[in-house]
């Protein structure tokens, strides 16, 4: 009875404390505008089941990928497992599940156990992989303390977790053989192996493994889910959605801007009498995350923050300032440092301080050769293009801010009609010559 | 070279089969200038029906837009629609990677509507519609070719075979760069780039790529984009290496496959 009121309490605090960060995420993602968009439901349906669902953009790196897979399934079929565990939890059962699956259970037991296993495996790989073979991407400039310290607390917190159902089913299998209370499940391939450990202990202090490895699994579990909504982790939710709503037309193709197209139509004498007149038209780019598309900024929390764009980024790999990745991030950095003042009571996105030049210069995004590549090199879709190319539009529009090479060339365009110094009327010179 | 302009063929109460987009490189830039009448003598030899816009056509906007000037990548935009449409134009074909983005992607919004082919689709289905008759051990048989990926043609809108069927036409060793088709690596000039220098960094990226084009061996880099030519030739001379190794269009090559100029 006492572990039950305890298990509710452990449970209730769980779901509060991950609400209240699910609910601020979202306020956070709904202060860009609205551009969530539903159209095409089939082609997003199977862009989310092939990219998201199905990693297809993972498997462009076999190894990893592989690995990543593992991860994936053992966490989508372990997950399984909780729900007996929650049931178990609440009703002071143990093992409900046994008695009606019979045969069955001990099957899907030895499946979780090679899951648990090939998880465990695969999260040493990559903390090899991350902290001895140190590969390239994980070590970039950007990658400072936190990044490389959240990653390191997610594989190890999985790795704690696998030996804890592990050790579990061990003792479990031992108790089996002299308490009635715990359920046949048959031999279980893995955690078998560990029984000699425990076999000589006394059966009180097996049942307290046993029951502190439970408690510690779940306890585990229910808190890594609260510190995934702080960390680059959420991309395991977030993928989902990212990938329904990421964009579907051409990577060539940049956002209109519609207030702007009224504007044009007004200066040309286009516009129709009975058009209505254009709404205010705010700023015209980003300057701050509240200018900024929502779908860009659900991406920044869907960024686990793996480096495959700026790895892939022409800029970057000569030696430039931009990292697609740290544009990610830093979008994400300002949405928490506003939270964090809104929650305080504070002044939120007006504390002086906004996501151009305060967080990312200047001389980031002018060295964006917009070639797409972080783009495409993006697992689940998240397109850091989109932002560049917002910020850019503020400095052109709202500051006159662009490199003075730039501005030449916007005057080439309105005078000459093209970007270099030539007159219009030569256009045509090339078939006479 | 007989190039007409649409403004001709309509006055004569024609109508061309396609308008050809010959882009400000195309028109001025002294390089690319070779290419357009390369590309227009490939027109001419088949037979094609085709007209220009000459003077009436201005820049898409898309550096403009790329920078961050929406309005006068708008203006640029809302100008050349209403010649094309003033035309009734239905059919676009252009060799510039840039031209053909923002023509095919962006001017659809704005009241644009045009069946838009990059050069390199419409070389390819000359060659497999047999119009364009490529005999067997040509100029450029044996000969290492090395294509390098234009962004906006590949990543952009996903054209990364087109130009490959058509230099594959030449019956030339075609070579891969290990970055190439959806990990191409960028020339540099994109985005605008073209126009201004780079930002400060440990190298340029033209000569990251030249570097890795001369690694194949090849002794002509193919191109299919006025900004990509620009910068791979620069790099080219940037290593000196411009006396054995040559940067071509693909139009190029196929005009001197076919003894054309």
């Not at chain 1, 979780?112 to 990559?126: D, I, M, Q, R, W």
């Not at chain 1, 209109?256 to 780019?285: H, S």
């Not at chain 1, 009609?417 to 090339?430: C, E, G, I, Q, T």
Request: hydrophobic share 40%.
């Amino acid at each position: 009875m006492i572990q039950q009121i305890a298990f509710i309490a452990t449970l209730a605090a769980a779901v509060y404390f991950i609400s209240r960060r699910v609910s601020g995420i979202r306020k956070n993602i709904g202060l860009g505008k609205n551009t969530f968009r539903t159209d095409q439901p089939q082609v997003r349906l199977r862009n989310m089941m092939l990219v998201a669902f199905g990693q297809k953009k993972m498997f462009k790196k076999f190894i990893p990928a592989i690995l990543h897979l593992f991860i994936y399934v053992g966490f989508v079929v372990i997950n399984l497992e909780v729900l007996e565990f929650v049931i178990d939890g609440l009703a002071g059962t143990h093992r409900i599940f046994a008695p009606y699956l019979g045969g069955f259970y001990g099957v899907l037991m030895n499946i979780f156990e090679f899951l648990a296993v090939a998880v465990l495996l695969s999260c040493v790989f990559f903390l090899i992989r991350r902290n001895i073979l140190k590969v390239k991407r994980f070590w970039m400039y950007e990658m400072t303390k936190w990044p490389r310290l959240d990653a390191n607390i997610i594989l190890f917190t999985e790795i704690v977790l696998m030996l804890a159902i592990l050790t579990m089913n061990a003792t479990d299998q031992i108790l089996q053989q002299s308490d009635p209370h715990y359920a046949a499940t048959g031999k279980l391939y893995f955690s078998s192996m560990l029984m000699p450990i425990f076999d000589s202990l006394p059966v009180s202090t097996l049942l307290f493994i046993e029951r502190f490895a439970w408690w510690f699994h779940i306890i585990g579990i229910l808190a890594f889910a609260v510190y995934v909504t702080y960390s680059k982790h959420l991309h395991i939710f977030l993928a989902f959605p990212n990938t329904y709503f990421a964009k579907i037309e051409p990577k060539g193709h940049m956002n209109n801007m519609p207030v702007v197209t009224n504007e044009v139509k007004m200066m040309l004498g286009l516009q129709d009498a009975t058009a209505a007149p254009p709404a205010e038209p705010g700023r015209f780019g980003a300057k701050d995350i509240n200018d900024l598309p929502s779908t860009s900024l659900m991406g920044a929390y869907s960024c686990t923050e793996c480096g495959r764009c700026t790895a892939e980024c022409p800029a970057n790999l000569t030696g430039k300032k931009l990292s697609p990745r740290k544009i990610m991030m830093d979008t994400r950095d300002r949405m928490e440092d506003v939270r964090k003042s809104l929650d305080k009571g504070g002044p939120g996105l007006q504390d002086g301080k906004t996501l151009l030049n305060d967080y990312i210069t200047k001389e980031e995004i002018n060295a964006c050769t917009s070639c797409n590549a972080c783009v495409e090199a993006c697992p689940v879709l998240i397109n850091p293009l989109e932002i560049i190319l917002e910020l850019r539009r503020y400095v052109s529009m709202e500051e006159s801010g662009a490199p003075s090479s730039w501005n030449s060339m916007y005057q080439n365009i309105e005078t000459n009609f093209a970007p270099w110094k030539f007159s219009p009327s030569d256009r045509f010179n090339w078939s006479k010559d | 070279m007989n190039v007409p302009t649409l403004a001709e063929m309509t006055s004569r109460g024609e109508t061309p089969e396609v308008v050809f987009w010959v882009g400000c490189a195309g028109s001025f830039d002294d390089r690319y200038k070779r290419v357009t009448r390369s590309f227009v003598s490939i027109l001419n030899a088949v037979g094609i029906k085709f007209a220009v816009l000459g003077t009436e056509e201005t820049c898409t906007g898309d550096p403009a837009r790329r920078a961050g000037n929406e309005l006068l990548f708008q203006m640029q935009a809302m100008n050349n629609i209403q010649v094309l449409n003033g035309y009734g134009v239905k059919k676009i074909v252009t060799a510039c990677p840039h031209c053909f983005n923002t023509l095919k992607n962006e001017y659809p919004e704005l009241g644009g509507n045009y069946e838009v082919i990059h050069h390199s689709v419409f070389l390819q289905q000359l060659i497999e519609s047999g119009q364009i008759k490529m005999t067997e051990g040509g100029s450029f048989k044996g000969k290492k070719i090395t294509y390098h990926d234009s962004c906006f043609l590949g990543r952009a809108n996903n054209i990364y075979e087109a130009p490959r069927a058509v230099l594959e036409a030449l019956d030339a060793d075609l070579v891969e760069m290990k970055r190439c088709r959806t990990t191409g690596l960028c020339c540099g000039a994109g985005g605008a780039q073209m126009f201004k220098e780079p930002e400060a960094g440990r190298k340029d990226i033209n000569v990251e790529r030249t570097e890795e084009a001369l690694g194949t061996g090849a002794t002509t880099i193919a191109v299919a984009c006025p900004f990509c030519m620009t910068m791979m030739s620069d790099g080219v001379k940037n290593k000196e290496r411009e006396a054995e190794v040559k940067v071509k269009d693909i139009a190029e090559l196929i005009a001197e496959a076919q003894g054309l100029r």
